[in-house]
């Protein structure tokens, strides 16, 4: 089964960027649709963005349309989210998924496989 490992996270002021990776070993990422879901302390688990196997077709949570770009590197069996314009409420640890099945989804209990997340803290 594909383990993934996030990495990038970290404290940027507002207005800055980052960009975080997911990284899979025990399988291939062009197998799976890939999510990028967030968490902030006391809240639910939310969709961020996904992208389909071959990279065609990517969907976006509202709240980061036009900040965030997820891609994917097949080669390097890497998933990647680009975040700009960051703001202090995407404050939140940051968690890759992979969906086995199917095409991309914004819902969190469809994806099989979990990370187990990057910080990313934004400062006002």
């Known amino acids: 089964q594909v383990q993934l490992t996030e990495s990038g996270g970290r404290l940027v002021q507002a207005g800055g960027s980052l960009r975080l990776s997911c990284a899979a070993s025990?399988?291939?990422?062009?197998?799976?649709?890939m999510g990028w879901f967030r968490q902030a302390p006391g809240k639910e688990r939310e969709f961020v963005a996904t992208?389909?196997?071959?990279?065609?077709?990517?969907v976006y949570a509202d709240s980061v349309k036009g900040r965030f770009t997820i891609s994917r590197d097949n080669a390097k069996n890497m998933v990647n989210l680009q975040m700009n314009s960051l703001k202090p409420e995407d404050t939140a640890v940051y968690f890759c998924?992979?969906?086995?099945?199917?095409?991309?989804?914004?819902?969190?209990?469809?994806?099989?496989?979990w990370g187990q997340g990057t910080q990313v803290t934004v400062s006002s």
């Open positions: 998924a992979a969906k086995i099945t199917g095409i991309t989804s914004a819902v969190p209990s469809v994806y099989a496989y």
């Open positions: 025990g399988g291939t990422v062009s197998s799976y649709v």
């Open positions: 992208i389909s196997r071959g990279g065609s077709s990517t």
